[in-house]
DNA sequence: CGCATAGTCGAGTGATCCAGTCAAGTATCC
DNA sequence: GGATACTTGACTGGATCACTCGACTATGCG
């Protein structure tokens, strides 16, 4: 069970934006030279973002992307359900018609939904703020204050 | 991100198993039967629990398997890492190497981890035996006592 | 208006993994 | 020794991943 490269990267290139509100729409080919992301593969990422309503896309020269919605207000649980779709499915192979023993299915069901419910709660509880306070504060040390 | 049907396969295998403590080896066919499972599949998966040290089998006629520690002292999250190897991997691309903004990846991370280990802990919180009440408590309306 | 820039979209590809199938082998008990 | 039962490995069609590529479209500037 794994989490793809594209919630990393989708969820990076949402950090790569939050770090640079205000400044205007940041262009995809720049947050691919910050975070080394394949460009065409980034562009595709970008899109679903963009669908999932998590950033806005201004095209044409000086065009670029920038978040929808302030960084306290996307959570990482909104970037990986519009990266990859729900979170901890079970697809049960090719039986799932075979009405044997239904009662010990429910019951690993149960488990995998209470799963489930503990880690987008997780999930939920951290926002794009969050992670870029937790960054600055990393890098504290070496910060000037006026 | 899911989880595959060899979880769920395998953890229906173990709480057959668990159900039927001490009435000898449980054959394979008998849980095919009962779980509607496809045995040769089946049988792929009770190797994969036997090599983690979950079940034990018995060969020869008369054969089959069964739990080699009580069902309070096996957990889901023993199954599933018996099954699926490790929770939440991010094997992150081709670009894993690119030295570009290591932090930002660095933070992604974290929070991956982090929910690994709530999921760990979850799962390593609910045992066998659990569920065997579980599913007993369900129908004890139809119960009878001595 | 025309052109370069920049973002959008969809098709395609090799690699890997799933879920299952099949055939052959091996151990055990009667 | 033979039937039973579990073991093992090879294989397959389909799906998904992580890109790659090429064409399309919208925009702003001269």
Partial sequence: MRISSKGEYGLRALLDLAQRVGEGPIQSHDIHLRQGIDENYLN???????????IESIRGPQGGHRLARPPSQITVLDALLALEGPLLTFDSGRDALTPTEPMDRNLVREVWDGAREILERYLASITLEDLCQ?????SGAMMYYI
């Fill in 134 to 138: 937790r960054k600055a504060q990393r």
């Fill in 44 to 54: 595709q990422i970008l899109i679903l973002l963009r669908r999932a309503g998590l």
